[in-house]
């Protein structure tokens, strides 16, 4: 009588269960016993092939070739020229003495012995490398003093120094740009940019380059765009990047129009100071400091210590609460080694030897404007480049039809190296997000006598013209 009510009461308990859990566990048991078969299938040796067997099918087996084949054996990148000096204002570059053009050294601080002796006692004390990223074990005394004397120097809040200028600018991006964020960006951004950009994996729209009304315009039709869905439009963050001075056309940014339409349209500024930083400004305080603009305005200054600076990194300066956040966020900083005691020392020399000598910003300014004026007047080229910065970019006005722009621009490069001017073609990565046209980049520094410009107008165009005449 028992079994027949644990029976009856069993049925009925099994009625109260819901069809899709019975459908749902009979689901769950077919999968168990296929993962099972599945499992003991593949344990199963595979037969063995004779020594026969393995010789042909290692005979037949061809791999794929690691890279593709190499088309033209002459091409620049497979036979680089060989430098044999330090590079400094001059240079010996395939056993010839050559006045240097074709180095980021603006102020001429790389070859400071203030700077070399420092850098040299820096390594006699904490060795050559830090041994570990800065949150971990890498920080040293120097980096601290490092970002207080760059938060000081560009009267900001905070600073801080990772070290790799392009991991640097790469990281920062990514830091504060994630997905379904919108962020406006010049088209002739530099690759550090794109591949921050390419991390954050934001939603990107371009603007024609230097174009504040262009910007605009976008910028209105977003707005249309966000009438629709207000809900969703305030959750949407937006950020502008742009450089100070472009590396890929040495343009100055327009930035007061550009935080004006920041301000109407609530977009939080990024700027990469790593040319203008060092170069624009009574004070070499960059791209604020020469169009007057409150720092407060911007959201984020990134730079490299690799150009005006003379050193190897990069910073980023800002409010507390801005730089606080990518000394967890910022891939750079948190996962590398942190930069080196020595290079730490050079920059902070370099830094007193800025703010004591303000005059190294009047001879660059000089030396930049006497050579832009020179180069406008040479007869094969036409110039790409703000009148004070020192990054010039020279395009042939007439490539000769049998040779592409950058092979023509690389024989001129030749030319200049034998007639003892150092000179060199912008290179650029085919995976580049907008293509770059080929140029001869041009880097003034403060070093430069007029005696030096002077030759050095006269060698490109005597060159160029010898060579393009030898072409066509």
């Not at 006699?124 to 120097?142: L, M, N």
């Not at 080929?438 to 060698?459: G, Q």
Request: aromatic share 8%; proline share 4%; charged share 25%.
């Amino acid at each position: 009588m028992s079994s027949k009510f644990l029976f009856l009461e069993s049925v009925d308990l099994l009625s109260t269960i819901p069809q899709y859990h019975i459908l749902l566990g009979a689901f769950v048991l077919l999968w168990v016993v296929w993962l099972t078969v599945k499992r003991r299938y593949n344990t199963r040796q595979p037969p063995e092939l004779s020594n026969d067997e393995v010789e042909r099918k290692l005979a037949s087996w061809q791999p794929e070739p690691l890279v593709n084949p190499i088309q033209d054996k002459n091409h620049p990148f497979l036979n680089p020229r060989l430098v044999t000096t330090k590079v400094g204002k001059r240079i010996t570059v395939d056993g010839n003495d050559c006045l240097n053009l074709g180095t980021h050294n603006y102020l001429g601080l790389v070859e400071n012995p203030n700077i070399e002796k420092k850098a040299i006692a820096s390594i006699q004390k904490y060795g050559v490398g830090s041994c570990g990223p800065r949150g971990f074990y890498g920080t040293v005394d120097v980096h601290l003093e490092l970002e207080e004397q760059l938060a000081r120097f560009m009267e900001l809040e905070e600073a801080i120094v990772y070290s790799y200028g392009f991991s640097t600018v790469a990281s920062a991006v990514s830091a504060y740009c994630k997905r379904r964020d919108l962020v406006y960006v010049d088209e002739k951004v530099n690759f550090s940019i794109q591949k921050g950009l390419d991390a954050s994996r934001s939603n990107i729209k371009y603007f024609k380059h230097n174009d504040a009304t262009d910007l605009e315009k976008l910028l209105l039709q977003q707005a249309e765009i966000d009438k629709r869905n207000p809900k969703k439009a305030t959750k949407i963050r937006r950020f502008l990047i742009i450089e100070g001075i472009y590396m890929n056309t040495g343009e100055i940014c327009p930035l007061p129009a550009l935080v004006k339409l920041c301000r109407e349209y609530k977009l939080r500024i990024l700027v990469d100071e790593s040319i203008s930083f060092g170069v624009l400004g009574e004070h070499g305080k960059g791209v604020t400091e020469h169009f007057g603009v409150p720092k407060h305005e911007i959201d984020l200054i990134m730079g490299s210590l690799e150009w005006g600076i003379g050193s190897i990194g990069g910073f980023c300066v800002g409010s507390s609460f801005v730089i606080e956040h990518q000394r967890l966020s910022g891939l750079g900083y948190c996962f590398s080694a942190s930069l080196s005691p020595f290079l730490a020392s050079a920059a902070i020399v370099s830094l007193e030897i800025m703010e004591k000598t303000p005059q190294l910003f009047v001879k660059l300014k000089e030396n930049c404007l006497q050579f832009d004026t020179g180069l406008r007047k040479l007869a094969e080229f036409t110039v790409s480049g703000f009148a004070e910065s020192p990054v010039k970019h020279l395009y042939l006005k007439d490539a000769p039809e049998q040779l592409n722009e950058f092979d023509a621009l690389n024989l001129i490069s030749k030319k200049c190296i034998e007639n003892n001017l150092a000179v060199i073609p912008a290179a650029y990565l085919e995976i580049e997000l907008n293509p770059v046209r080929p140029s001869l980049r041009i880097c003034v520094s403060a070093v430069l006598e007029d005696s030096d410009i002077k030759f050095a107008l006269e060698t490109l165009d005597k060159c160029s013209k010898t060579v393009l005449s030898a072409l066509h």
